[in-house]
């Protein structure tokens, strides 16, 4: 068991397996549907994670990101007729680009003014979005054409289940492999003390940078996704709540758990659900469990539990 | 300790997720589904909807419900987010399994939630203002409120016959101030109107004064047009009156609530807005086909609410009224023969006017259905 958790691949072979079995489990379109708001969700926190978690920086902007994927699939395929895949590229370069040019002085700072200019920058990109109507629709949104792939219109929730699960899975495999590289050893020297980290010859400022452009990409493509499955997109997508929704699934979760944010993500995008049926409570008990749960389990839920079972089995 | 609560916790997940998965769904109630706005900043437009929504889906029941089966209402809070109505809108049709659906208290939320009923097919009649919503129009898709186009309409109508030509605009930025603005400059010719200013404001500004003294210094300027909602609008008239503007002020149908009047104080008199007749169910003449819809609704909602009326519940009574005379006509519950009877809805007296739907018209109402109000000593009155 304690090998088994401790392989790297764990956690993207555990997330297919998950994505795999649930196919045969659930037992229509809606529940299908939900998943895939969870895949997706889980893939911008998987990014999220590895800027807290491993790099231990916070972003309080990271919706911003997400938000111009999202727009990307809308305005591109509208405006200049591009594919929307090519659209869903062009939307991750570009938020890779601005996340190096913003990140360079923004990484500078620490602690609260980190966090303070993320939020800035995400609110900025939100205001942004509202306000350009001509170019994205304004308040009220924009239609997203739908993905065509070799001459077959992708639709249907069944088809965007595997495709975003298998979004999914690449994208914590490729977190698993990044945390194990040398980047992602320095990543976590940097995490734990950054002074100790820079007199050890890591080159905290790049490092860092690396990591925020990475996040920001794994927030773009997470929401290209969203905007493809949903064929629409409104600024919500991009507001200060998605943001803090995001770091919220980080925490609970886990921070430095890829296992972790795929749980945090899975608990606030299905407990909305879940809770409808105590209608009036709903906001209650939403915010009871999560209270609960990081009194209980400090750590996030797979971290904390991963803890319990090796203590419990020696 | 640490293990009994963790166990608790996921105990309680699991009884939830157990209540999720157990739809009850009985052969002789006809399920109708929401989706509204009633929490978060929007909570204005969905709160009165699904309250009048329960308050009249409760009478008809009483009543003896609907093609002798009750009428059975689930109603989901999407909060205006766009993602979350959709969410809902794939659970109504997928697990709660309704034959149709009334709400989407915003624009957002509608066109987001419109592609699952279209490809349902499902009848969906939508509480939000666009005019994207049923334009061009969409099979399964109908809508109860006036579009911002219409307010625009009325207001340029009213202008032309006072013989005014020259118009300032300043605007709000949100969406509504948005959507309206745009569509005003868009018929504005249509009415021989030239928009000489152009200005907007940002939903918290706190002073307009710099706006409208570009406006005021425009050449020829004969009145103003304030296209919003919330609060701004109210900032506006103050600082309007407080500059000495010797023009008229139209406000737009955003600001028809009691709420306006009491912040704009003073200010409001002689403000000229189009709004629903619901807010002069009383003083509308005793001819006026419309007093008895407007008056008794108004009664009943604020009886069993205790709170204002407002014209937003009123769409989501026209919407359902329209629902149940279109489940009566067709006789039976079928999603496809509900649409078809909606579609021929014609004559039908609601809140917001007459409808008279068409195939190539999904909406129905006209211009007379805006009242063109004017606001007289703290209060409206009927301007024309």
Redesign the interface.
Known sequence: MRALLAHRLAAPVAIALIVVALAFILPSNFYLRVAALVWISALAVIGLNLLMGFAGQVSLGHAGFFGLGAYAVAVLPAQFSLHPLLALLAGALVCGLIAFVVGRPILRLKGHYLAVATLGFGILIAMAIANESWLTGGPDGMPVSRLTLFGWRVRGASTWYWITGALLVLGAWLAVNLVASPTGRALRALHDSEVAARVAGVDVAHYKLIVFVISAVYASVAGSALALVNGFVTPDSANFIHSIELVTMVVLGGMGSVFGSLVGAAILVVLPQVLTTFHDYEHLLLGLMMMVIMIVLRSGIVPSLAALIRRTRP | M??L??RM?LA??FA??A???SPASAADTIKIGSSLAI?GPASFLGDPEAKTLELYVKKINEAGGVNGKQLELVV??DGA????A??FA??L???DGIVAMIGGS???AT??MI?VFEDAGIPFISLAG?V?IVDPVKPFVFKTPHTDKMACEKIFEDMKAKGIAKVGMISG???FG??MH?QCLGVAGNYGIEIVADETYGPKDSDMTPQLTNIKSAPGLQAVVNPGFGQGPAIVTRNFKQLGFDVPLYQSHGVASKSFIELAGDAAEGVRLPASALLVAEKLPDDDPQKAVVTSYKAAYEEATGQPVSTFGGHAYDGLMMLVEAMQRAGSEDPQAIRDELEKTSGFMGTAGVVNMSPSDHLGLDLTAFRMLEIRDGDWVLAD
Request: hydrophobic share 30%.
């Open positions: 640490t293990n609560m963790t916790g309680a997940l939830g997720a209540a999720m998965a929490t989901y809070d987010n766009a993602n979350n959709r969410t794939t659970r049709v997928e697990d915003s624009t957002g066109m987001a592609p666009a994207v930025t949100g969406g948005k959507s745009g």
